[in-house]
């Protein structure tokens, strides 16, 4: 009894963090764990334009800047967002948030926990420029050729399409625009989040050997306490 009251407590949580600190990493982990599916804008949003949508089309415009993608496209994609779920690189400004708070409270849900994930700048940007992602839209598994290289190399270990850096990943100015986009509109998240009682910062760190992987771990399990 006790179990099955356990699988049917569900969550609503979002990862933050600047880029590069493995909230994809954190979330993927967490979502296979538990079952709730992870939402990831920026998944989406490459998905649409590798496949040329119309949408694609639309925000390739503003990501390949290294610029956030107008709310007008990017809100309705988590207004479907059943309970229990992880959203992956939403909300990035308070704005967002409001309405996040709005959608939810519609539906008398809330945001459970927020993961907050903090790497040092140094570390953050030779992440991103050793990034490589799946080229298979329905896989878009995520490596690192430093810290977590595929068994072959360019190569997806899951389903064996070939791996390339991101175009934002790649241009020095965009990898520029993102974080000092995440400093003046999502940093103040943090703060946010933590008014709110939800906020739980984890640093992300080869320094301290304490990766997304460990993280994931450490949440799961608090989850299922
Ligand atoms: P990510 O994979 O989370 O780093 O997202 C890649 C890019 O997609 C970002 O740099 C933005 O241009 C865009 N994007 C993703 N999520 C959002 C969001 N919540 N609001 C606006 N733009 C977004």
């Known amino acids: 009894f006790f179990e099955k009251r356990k699988d049917e407590r569900k969550m609503n949580i979002i990862m933050l963090g600047a880029q590069g600190t493995g909230k994809g990493t954190v979330a993927g982990l967490?979502?296979?764990n538990t079952g709730w599916?992870?939402?990831s804008t920026g998944d989406i949003f490459r998905k649409n334009i590798s496949e040329k949508t119309e949408l694609g089309v639309e925000a390739e415009k503003y990501i390949s800047k290294g610029n956030l993608v107008p709310d007008e496209i990017t809100v309705p994609m988590v207004e479907d967002a059943k309970n229990g779920v992880i959203l992956d690189g939403f909300p990035r400004t308070i704005e967002q948030a409001e309405?996040?708070?709005?959608?939810l409270e519609k539906k008398g849900e809330k945001i459970d926990l927020v993961i907050n994930l903090v790497t040092p700048k140094e570390e953050i940007i030779d992440r991103m420029l050793t990034r490589r992602v799946c080229t298979?839209?329905?896989?878009?598994a995520t490596y690192n050729i430093k810290l977590h290289p595929p068994v072959k190399e360019g190569?997806?270990?899951k389903c064996g399409a070939p791996l390339k850096q991101r175009d934002d990943d790649s241009d020095p100015e965009a990898i520029k625009r993102r974080l000092e986009i995440y400093e003046e509109k999502t940093s103040p998240l943090?703060?946010?989040y933590k008014n709110k009682g939800v906020l739980r910062t984890?640093?992300?760190s080869i320094s301290i050997n304490h990766m997304g992987k460990d993280v994931?771990?450490?949440?799961?399990r608090d989850i299922k306490k």
């Open 30 to 32: 967490i979502s296979e």
């Open 37 to 39: 599916p992870q939402i």
């Open 99 to 103: 309405k996040l708070d709005k959608i």
């Open 136 to 140: 298979n839209p329905e896989c878009k």
């Open 155 to 157: 190569i997806c270990d």
């Open 190 to 192: 943090v703060e946010y």
């Open 202 to 204: 984890e640093t992300v």
């Open 216 to 220: 994931a771990e450490e949440v799961v």
